[in-house]
T-cell receptor
Framework: NAGVTQTPKFQVLKTGQSMTLQCAQDMNHEYMSWYRQDPGMGLRLIHYSVGAGITDQGEVPNGYNVSRSTTEDFPLRLLSAAPSQTSVYFC????????????FGQGTRLTVV | SQQGEEDPQALSIQEGENATMNCSYKTSINNLQWYRQNSGRGLVHLILIRSNEREKHSGRLRVTLDTSKKSSSLLITASRAADTASYFCATAPQGGSEKLVFGKGTKLTVNP
C-alpha cells in the first residue's frame, strides 16, 4: 500500500516555465488537496477536490490549475512559474473530507530561478 | 488566512520531560486535528478531537479542547529524542467548505 505518492521530489524551474506536479493515491479516497509550505507560514491550501470532476479553490490558488479526472490522481499545474512559487508542495488525501484523517505525500521541493 | 496559531513557536526539552503545545483558533469548528512533521517529510496525523469532546488520549499523547476559549493543547508525556519534529494543529471551521486550515506549527526539540 503506497499511500500518497508525489513526483518529482525535487524540481528546479526557470521563470516562465510550466510544469505539472503529480499526485496519486491508492486508498480510494474521494478528498484530495494541495498545500504549499513556506518558512514561517505553515501550510496553505491551494486547491482541493471532493471527488472526480469536482475541484475548488483554497487560500492561495493564483498561478495554479488542477483537474480531477480520476479518483486516484490530482495533478497540480504551474502555468508560468514565478520565484514566488518557490516552496515545498504537499498533496493530501482523506476518505471523509476534513472530518477525517488526512494522509500526506512526501512533498515536492520546487525552486523557481 | 491562518485559523490556528500554535504556541510556543519553538520548544526545547530534555528526554523524559513532558512537552505541551497550544493551539488557538478564531472561528467555531467541527473538529481539530494534530499532525507531526519530521524534518523534510510529509505530515503524519496524530489525533482528531471533535467539537463535542473535551479530551482524548492516544498512547503518550493527550489532547484537550476548550471550545469556549477556542483553544486546544497537545501534551506529549515522557518525551523521546524521536519526538523531535514540528507539530501542527489543523481546524475544520464550521460551514459548508471542505477546507482544513493549518497553523504555523511548533518546533519541538527533545535533547538526549
Amino acid at each position: 500500500n503506497a499511500g500518497v505518492t508525489q513526483t518529482p521530489k525535487f524540481q528546479v524551474l526557470k521563470t516562465g516555465q510550466s510544469m505539472t506536479l503529480q499526485c496519486a493515491q491508492d486508498m480510494n479516497h474521494e478528498y484530495m488537496s494541495w498545500y504549499r509550505q513556506d518558512p514561517g507560514m505553515g501550510l496553505r491550501l491551494i486547491h482541493y477536490s471532493v471527488g472526480a470532476g469536482i475541484t475548488d479553490q483554497g487560500e492561495v490558488p493564483n498561478g495554479y490549475n488542477v483537474s480531477r479526472s480520476t479518483t486516484e490522481d490530482f495533478p497540480l499545474r504551474l502555468l508560468s512559474a514565478a520565484p514566488s512559487q518557490t516552496s515545498v508542495y504537499f498533496c493530501a488525501s482523506s476518505y471523509g473530507g476534513r472530518g477525517t484523517e488526512a494522509f500526506f505525500g512526501q512533498g515536492t521541493r520546487l525552486t523557481v530561478v | 488566512s491562518q485559523q490556528g496559531e500554535e504556541d510556543p513557536q519553538a520548544l526545547s526539552i530534555q528526554e523524559g520531560e513532558n512537552a505541551t503545545m497550544n493551539c488557538s483558533y478564531k472561528t467555531s469548528i467541527n473538529n481539530l486535528q494534530w499532525y507531526r512533521q519530521n524534518s523534510g517529510r510529509g505530515l503524519v496525523h496524530l489525533i482528531l478531537i471533535r467539537s463535542n469532546e473535551r479530551e482524548k488520549h492516544s498512547g503518550r499523547l493527550r489532547v484537550t479542547l476548550d471550545t469556549s476559549k477556542k483553544s486546544s493543547s497537545l501534551l506529549i508525556t515522557a518525551s523521546r529524542a524521536a519526538d523531535t519534529a514540528s507539530y501542527f494543529c489543523a481546524t475544520a471551521p464550521q460551514g459548508g467548505s471542505e477546507k482544513l486550515v493549518f497553523g504555523k506549527g511548533t518546533k519541538l526539540t527533545v535533547n538526549p
